[in-house]
Every structure is written in C-alpha cells, then in structure tokens.
C-alpha cells in the first residue's frame, strides 16, 4: 500500500511527460498547384502553392500516415471528391486514401522507443515527396522525386498518377496476400527510380527507417 502511494505521482508526471512528448510533423506544399494533404490521424488541409501545415501526432501512434490528393473539390460542409488519394469524399480524413497516392507512413515510440517512418509506393504515386526528420539529430530522411506519373507503364496508368500493380491485377504476385512474394518487372519500375521507398509490400529491408523516439519531421509535396 506505503509502496503503491510513493509511486504513484512517479507513475503520474511519466504518463503526463509522454502525452506530451508529442511528434510534429510539418506539411509543405512546394507543388506549383494546390495539394489537399490527407492525414490519418490528422483529418486533412488544403494547401495552396507554398503553404504549410504543422500536425501535431501523440507519442506512441502506429499505423499512420500523411499523403496528397489532387484535383479535389470540396462544399461548404468539407464533402466533395479527389481525382487521386480521396477518402471517402471527406476533406477532413477520417480513413485512408483511395489510390493512386504517395503515402509517408509512420509509427511513433515503438521497440526501443524508436520512430519508423517510410516512404510507400505499394498504394501507388501520385506527388513527389521527402519525408524527414528535422529535429533530434537524425538526419537520414527519404526522397521519392522521379517522374514516375511520366513514365509510368501503360497497364499501371491512372488519370493523376501510377497505380501499383496490386491495385491493378489484385493478384498474390502483386500484393503478397500469402506473405510469399519477390519483386517483380513492375515493382522494379518503381524502386529504380526511388531505391529508399517501399515498391511493394515485402520491400523491408531498404524502405524502413528510425529516428529516436521524440523526433519531428517535415513531409514535402514536391520538393
């Protein structure tokens, strides 16, 4: 009982520290067009040519992501659509987009209280993108800048970006649903022309990045 009461402010400011520990992720549009971020959790912004949106993320999230729409039209009441990244017809994001669309993912506060971040291109592209660290004194970020919508192959096109190939074919090859999976022709399309993003779903090794727990980050469209 003595035990459990010394403890428990302890246990209090720990618990206080770590929700306020949180990650700061920094939005810029550098795209000479309006991009609608999207951001799960986060909801989502527009953002016009040189704008920039800061999103705040609690310490210990996983499973999120940041990525652009293009081309959308929204109402009055946030509801509308996007030619590329869309969810569900919402401005303000409340599940992931539909592709083609370049996703920043992230998990924050994991094993060893290490943040893993990554570029993904397994739902497809469709904005140039980095996604680094810009606090903490990691510096290794990831870049994803190629023409891929330019020279995307013709079985992969999609108006305003580059379909993966899972999207397209929906076939274990592709999208790994058994866990048994290599590269392929298309996926290769994809990692030769940006080796430090994820090109499809068991690209592990080469895609997956940390930075201590605590860190912020800038996501860039176009940068």
Not at 146 to 156: E, T, V
Not at 204 to 210: E, N
Request: glycine share 10%.
């Amino acid at each position: 009982m003595t035990t459990r009461s010394i403890l428990s402010p302890f246990l209090l400011l720990a618990l206080i520290f770590h929700s306020a520990n949180a990650a700061v992720f920094t939005i810029r549009n550098n795209c000479p067009y309006t991009v609608w971020a999207g951001a799960v959790p986060g909801g989502g912004r527009q953002l016009n040519s040189g704008q920039t949106w800061s999103l705040s993320v609690p310490a210990g999230t996983a499973g999120a992501r940041i990525w652009p729409r293009t081309n959308c039209n929204f109402d009055g009441s946030g509801r509308g659509r996007c030619q590329t990244g869309d969810c569900n017809g919402l401005l303000q994001c409340q599940n992931f987009g539909t592709p083609p669309n370049t996703l920043a993912e992230y998990a924050l506060n994991q094993f060893n209280n290490l943040d893993f971040f990554d570029i993904s291109l397994v739902d497809g592209f469709n904005v140039p993108m980095d996604f680094k660290p810009s606090s903490g004194g990691c510096t290794r970020g990831i870049s994803c800048t190629a023409d891929i919508n330019g020279q995307c192959p013709s079985q992969l096109r999609a108006p305003g970006g580059c379909n993966n190939p899972c999207t397209v074919f929906k076939t274990d090859e592709y999208c790994c649903n058994s866990g048994n999976c290599g590269p392929t022709d298309f996926s290769r399309f994809f990692k030769t022309r940006c080796p430090d993003a994820y090109s499809y779903p068991k690209d592990d090794p080469t895609s997956t990045f940390t930075c201590p727990g605590g860190t912020n980050y800038n996501v860039v469209f176009c940068p």
